[in-house]
Nanobody
Framework: QVQLVESGGGLVQAGGSLRLSCAAS????????MGWYRQAPGEQRELVAV???????VYADSVKGRFTISRDNAKNTAYLQMNNLKPEDTAVYYC???????????????WGQGTQVTVSS
């Protein structure tokens, strides 16, 4: 079993910054990509940023230039540095990891429980 634990959410004023962390633990052989998704009330969950094990990144257009995703492979941890936050960034942020639990086992998606980010205007 694999667990993802997120931390770092909270309430911040527009223009402020927050840093989210996601630590993966459990039966992990390797982690392919780790990513952050978000879901605002009444909206579908959307991709925010993804980082591969090699360090390649993909960002949603709405966060480019403001958010930075990184990861520490030795700690199985991903981070999302969020700067210049806007009210429209308000959402529950979920961590995702594509994990292989052993050699030859199919990669599977795991999700964290979510952390609330609220940006006030």
């Amino acid at each position: 079993q694999v667990q993802l634990v997120e931390s770092g959410g909270g309430l911040v004023q527009a223009g402020g910054s927050l840093r989210l962390s996601c630590a993966a633990s459990g039966s992990i052989f390797s982690i392919n990509a780790m990513g952050w998704y978000r879901q605002a009330p009444g909206e579908q969950r959307e991709l925010v940023a993804v980082i591969t094990s090699g360090g390649s990144t993909v960002y949603a257009d709405s966060v480019k230039g403001r958010f930075t995703i990184s990861r520490d492979n030795a700690k199985n941890t991903a981070y999302l540095q969020m700067n210049n936050l806007k009210p429209e960034d308000t959402a529950v942020y979920y961590c995702n990891a594509r994990v292989r639990t052993w050699i030859g086992v199919t990669v599977k998606d795991y999700w964290g429980q979510g952390t609330q980010v609220t940006v006030s205007s």
